[in-house]
């Protein structure tokens, strides 16, 4: 059953609820509005060079994705192997789970058929299969607490020189907690938006690896 079967009733039901958990959590948790110095973005400079050093990571987690009135309620695990990645998506797809493994040189999907569709980027690939709307480009870079390559605008640094909000072609990405893994501050709650066209992605992480596997 694909999520257009469902009632939108249950679709506005479940969405509340989830969002409902969701801001409680984030209540109590959400990172300190501390104005940063120009010390802050010294430590900020060297966590950049930090965390761009680990080629080996991977994450398991949960998303929210809505864009208007349509809702996604999906489990992640995301594996990075330096430029390589392999994403696996599990939520109320017709096919019931999506799996992406690509490169800077493109990206294949495989569903649960094992049927393979390949585009160059893999945010029109997904949402070409499975209408889900995710900045997986950036978000390769904004789950490590890092700005991506394209990063044009300053970002705005908590106290403790992390990053709190940064602006990506059109994206607004808040980070709300932070968890350290092997020393190290990664984020475990990060909300994005694009206004323009009503998305909302919000992730939470709920278990980190670094290093090789």
């Not at 029109?124 to 789950?143: A, C, I, K, N, S």
């Not at 490590?144 to 640094?157: D, H, N």
């Not at 808040?174 to 968890?179: A, C, E, G, L, P």
Request: glycine letters at 8%; hydrophobic letters at 40%; one cysteine or more.
């Amino acid at each position: 059953m694909s999520l257009n079967d469902l009632p939108s009733n249950f679709i506005s039901k479940t969405l509340f609820i989830f969002l409902a958990v969701l801001s409680l959590s984030v209540g109590c948790s959400t990172i300190q509005s501390v104005p940063p110095d120009e010390n802050s973005y010294a430590v900020w400079e060297h966590r950049q060079g930090e965390l761009s050093a680990i080629k080996y990571w991977r994450l398991r987690g949960r998303l929210l994705v809505s864009q208007g009135e349509d809702a996604w309620n999906l489990s992640l695990e995301w594996q990075q192997k330096d430029e390589d990645y392999q994403i696996i998506l599990n939520g109320p797809f017709g096919a019931g789970k999506v799996k992406l493994v690509g490169n800077a040189d493109g990206v294949i999907l495989k569903d649960s058929d094992e049927q393979s569709f390949y585009a160059d980027r893999p945010e029109e690939l997904l949402f070409d299969q499975t209408g889900v709307h995710m900045p997986v480009e950036g978000l390769r870079y904004w789950v490590m607490g890092m700005t991506s390559p394209k990063q044009i605008k300053q970002p705005k640094l908590d106290g403790q020189g992390r990053l709190a909000y940064l602006e990506d072609a059109n994206w607004k990405v808040n980070f709300k907690r932070y968890t350290q893994v092997s020393g190290m501050d990664l984020p475990r709650k990060v909300f994005i938006i694009k206004p323009d066209q009503e998305i909302d992605v919000r992730l939470v992480v709920d278990k980190w690896t670094l290093g090789a596997f």
